[in-house]
């Protein structure tokens, strides 16, 4: 009798524990000699025996059935044809072997099928099919529970995100480090976005000019839209808490958010171009965007359409705008001296605010260790069977929400312990220096400036009018008093 050898590995641990598909080959070929069977196909392969998609085992059910005559079909065991008791591909075979069209021998089982087997033996094949099963749902139970485990500590299961890089520590464990380059390009691209300034065709530029990345669009929404950054993962649309350094606080990733989500892909003529005040104005007396408009390729102008009626809008230069921008950020210009005695007012209030930080942050650590011992008895309680899977779920949601306030609070003091100072300066340092950076900045710089600064500009008549952001509102009112208070 002619014979088809059937030979599958499908894990690692299978190559390693002497199951090797040469070595599966070299006994069914010992078993084929011992009976004086011819070879005609030896079929050796890699796939699992528990998917549906097997398309090398569908081209050698295609080659058993394509025979003229009676022939056996050889396989190590039942575990290597399939583990799935559903598997129409071996119904088929099973028939064909009834049917006395083909035998199937199960070498190390000792099992042949043919037409002749018994009641019993017929049972033991069906055996031997619910073992191989068993045998593959028992290994998914185990992956499952220790994956479960793994997202109960907060560790990240697959290839990290970008800003982070998957290592290998000294004992060959998996873990997930901030990489610092990568980290800073992530924030930068939030910082910005959130600006307010940056559309995502003028962010996608901007990350291409200063870090050589071109990112598609889609690839930049997805990122900014990943809670990873802040400290969350999402598996399977739910959200766990991960064990690894945030790269941005959850403030900035909601601010981010709100930006996406209120975004409305509106198409028009000047979408995309590159109009320093595009989007940023209003018409004061009926509220629609002032557009602009090139004017013979030299001027370009600014103007209502006045869709809501006729009201004598009027176009101006964008030179103009320009020149009352800069009227504002020249009217938050400081005496030095004044500057001075602000600093050393930071030091001393900086030295304070580090006493009181600290014992906030101990505080809150010990708050935090607290919830995830929590955790970690809550899982216990759930593995004992002392609570139900819905009540697992529905405490520990409670207890992730507690967790990540906690932690965002404890970022929020790190931050601003390290900040405050810093910030303050920064402050101190851009009203003095607005106007030059206004005058001298490109496009997203002066758009960006006039965000941080300014709200609510709209265009009455040939003026601009606008409310200033805090603290700024406060340093262009006090710009000219002639004495300044403490």
């Known amino acids: 009798m002619k014979a088809i050898l059937i030979a599958r590995v499908s894990t690692e641990e299978q190559r390693e524990a002497g199951n090797s598909l040469p070595a599966q080959v070299v006994r069914l070929e010992r078993y084929c000699q011992r009976k004086?069977?011819?070879?005609?196909?030896?079929?050796?392969?890699?796939?699992?025996?528990?998917?549906d998609d097997r398309s090398e085992f569908d081209n050698i059910i295609d080659l058993i059935l394509a025979q003229k005559e009676k022939i056996a079909v050889c396989c190590d065991k039942v575990d290597r044809l399939s583990r799935n008791v559903f598997d129409k591909r071996i119904s088929l075979l099973y028939e064909k072997a009834l049917s006395d069209e083909i035998e199937l021998h199960f070498v190390s089982d000792g099992q042949i099928i043919t037409n002749k087997i018994s009641?019993?033996?017929?049972?033991?094949?069906?055996?031997?099919?619910?073992?191989?099963?068993?045998?593959?749902?028992?290994?998914?139970?185990?992956?499952?529970?220790?994956?479960?485990?793994?997202?109960?500590?907060?560790?990240?299961l697959s290839k990290a995100p970008y800003g982070y890089n998957n290592v290998k520590d000294s004992r060959g464990n998996s873990d997930v480090v901030v990489d610092e380059y990568e980290s800073h390009i992530i924030k930068t691209m939030f910082e910005l976005y959130a600006s307010g300034a940056f559309s995502m065709n003028t962010l996608r530029e901007k990350l291409h000019r200063d870090f050589g990345k071109l990112w598609p669009k889609g690839s930049i929404a997805k990122m900014l839209n990943n809670p990873f950054y802040h400290g969350v993962m999402l598996i399977k649309g739910k959200q766990y808490p991960h064990r690894y350094p945030p790269i941005i606080t959850k403030e900035l990733f909601d601010e981010v958010k709100k930006r996406l989500?209120?975004?409305?892909?509106?198409?028009?003529?000047?979408?995309?171009?590159?109009?320093?005040?595009?989007?940023?104005?209003?018409?004061?007396?009926?509220?629609?965007?002032?557009?602009?408009?090139?004017?013979?390729?030299?001027?370009?102008?600014?103007?209502?359409?006045?869709?809501?009626?006729?009201?004598?809008?009027?176009?101006?230069?964008?030179?103009?705008?320009?020149?009352?921008?800069?009227?504002?950020?020249?009217?938050?210009?400081?005496?030095?001296?004044?500057?001075?005695?602000?600093?050393?007012?930071l030091n001393t209030v900086q030295e304070d605010k580090i006493a009181f930080a600290e014992k906030q942050?101990?505080?809150?650590?010990?708050?935090?260790?607290s919830i995830n011992n929590m955790i970690e008895n809550l899982y216990m309680d759930k593995l004992k069977g002392s609570i139900t899977e819905s009540e697992y779920d529905n405490f520990y949601q409670k207890l992730r929400s507690k967790l990540e306030d906690v932690s965002m609070r404890l970022e929020q003091l790190q931050e601003a312990d390290e900040e405050f100072y810093i910030t303050s300066r920064y402050i101190l340092e851009l009203v003095n220096r607005a106007h030059e950076l206004f005058e001298s900045s490109e496009v997203e710089e002066r758009r960006l400036l006039i965000k941080l600064v300014l709200q609510n500009i709209k265009l009455v008549d040939e003026n601009l009018v606008w409310e200033l952001h805090k603290p700024f509102d406060l340093l262009v009112k006090s710009g000219d008093c002639l004495l300044w208070r403490g």
Not at 272 to 297: D, E, S, V
Not at 361 to 369: F, I, M, R, S, V
Request: hydrophobic share 30%; aromatic share 14%; with cysteine.
């Open 361 to 369: 942050y101990q505080k809150l650590t010990k708050e935090q260790k």
């Open 119 to 156: 009641a019993v033996e017929k049972f033991q094949f069906s055996i031997s099919l619910g073992l191989a099963k068993y045998y593959s749902d028992a290994i998914s139970d185990n992956v499952k529970r220790a994956q479960e485990q793994k997202i109960r500590k907060g560790e990240w």
């Open 261 to 345: 989500e209120g975004f409305q892909a509106v198409r028009s003529q000047y979408q995309g171009q590159p109009y320093l005040y595009r989007g940023l104005i209003r018409c004061g007396h009926c509220g629609m965007a002032i557009t602009p408009q090139n004017k013979k390729n030299k001027y370009v102008y600014y103007h209502c359409h006045q869709f809501k009626g006729k009201h004598g809008g009027k176009w101006l230069r964008e030179e103009e705008l320009t020149r009352q921008f800069g009227e504002v950020f020249k009217a938050m210009q400081m005496p030095e001296h004044i500057v001075e005695e602000i600093q050393q007012t």
């Open 36 to 51: 004086s069977f011819d070879i005609i196909e030896v079929c050796s392969f890699d796939e699992s025996a528990y998917g």
